[in-house]
């Protein structure tokens, strides 16, 4: 079938770019070089993730907007630093803003294999493009929020049941009705409790399997698929956050995430229709 002539929003470079400003931003928090030198630099690499830092970008044009809303962002969370002094304490072990980075690091964390395994095996080069810069961006979220946690004197993962932060576990966000945080727009993929489903969105570990077997064209489609889901799973949690995390940096991270993610999610269905697979 003859390829869209249109060219969708994309939110590959501006991932990266509104990770690394929040990651800056974190460095130069006042008061705190304990923090600061563990959020100014992202985790190390290993050889795989050094491949994707030197692969070719294969990015479609800038929106010319988008830098307005990394700004945004950017400003958000310096805002956020600047305000920490006037909130009181550090969040808690069972506040929101703890529920949500640990939880969301899992989610990411399964991001970052689905996209690892397009990048070496899938064939189309948008496509692989935007697993790399998925790749790249989550795993650096992944660093900030670890250090986050770790400048609170908290634990970095979730001991029991996720989600418990949003109310409720999983399956009720899977559910569709958390706290009106989810708009109906599109499929979440397997249900949560379904073959190791631990959040919204995630990807069963069948479907994990079928993804690490695939090649090609059928690597191309199940990555998108798969990642539109876990992107709609991710925005489901980031939007509550936005609302009811305590720490303003908190809330602007999960607010670009967010926008970020929703870029995504178009810019994947566009690949989905280019490359003559169904909508996800």
Same mark, same amino acid.
Not at 33 to 62: F, G, I
Not at 180 to 198: E, Q
Not at 270 to 277: N, P, W
């Given at each position: ?32 070089? $304990? ?20 692969? *070719? ?20 969370? $310096?805002? /956020? ?9 550090? *969040? ?78 999983? $399956? ?18 397997? *249900? ?12 069963? /570990? ?49 607010? $670009? ?21 169904? *909508?996800?």
């Amino acid at each position: 079938m003859p390829e869209p002539t249109a060219t969708p929003p994309t939110a590959t470079e501006e991932a990266q770019t509104a990770t690394r400003m929040l990651s800056a931003s974190g460095a130069a928090e006042p008061g705190d070089t $304990a923090s600061a030198s563990a959020v100014s630099e992202p985790p190390a690499l290993d050889q795989a993730e050094l491949d994707l830092e030197s692969a *070719p970008a294969r990015r479609r044009p800038r929106l010319l907007w988008a830098p307005l809303v990394v700004l945004a962002a950017a400003a958000l969370v $310096a805002a /956020g630093f600047g305000l920490r002094g006037l909130a009181g304490g550090a *969040p808690g072990d069972d506040s929101v803003d703890a529920g949500f980075l640990r939880d969301m690091t899992e989610h990411h964390a399964q991001a970052v294999q689905m996209s690892m395994l397009e990048f070496s095996h899938g064939a189309d080069e948008n496509t692989i493009a935007i697993s790399q810069d998925i790749a790249l961006g989550q795993q650096r979220e992944i660093g900030v929020m670890g250090s986050w946690l770790a400048d609170w004197g908290l634990g970095q993962s979730t001991v029991g049941e996720p989600m418990r932060w949003m109310g409720g576990t999983g $399956a009720a966000a899977d559910g569709h009705d958390m706290a009106g945080m989810h708009d109906g727009s599109g499929s979440l993929g397997t *249900p949560v409790g379904t073959d190791g489903v631990r959040m919204p969105g995630m990807a069963s /570990g069948t479907e994990l399997t079928q993804l690490a077997s695939s090649q090609g064209r059928d690597s191309d489609v199940r990555f998108l698929t798969l990642m539109i889901h876990h992107h709609r799973g991710g925005i489901i949690m980031a939007q509550f956050a936005s609302q009811h995390a305590s720490e303003d940096k908190v809330r602007a991270l999960a607010k $670009a995430m967010v926008t970020v993610q929703s870029w995504d999610i178009s810019q994947m269905q566009f690949d989905l229709q280019r490359l003559g697979a169904p *909508p996800a």
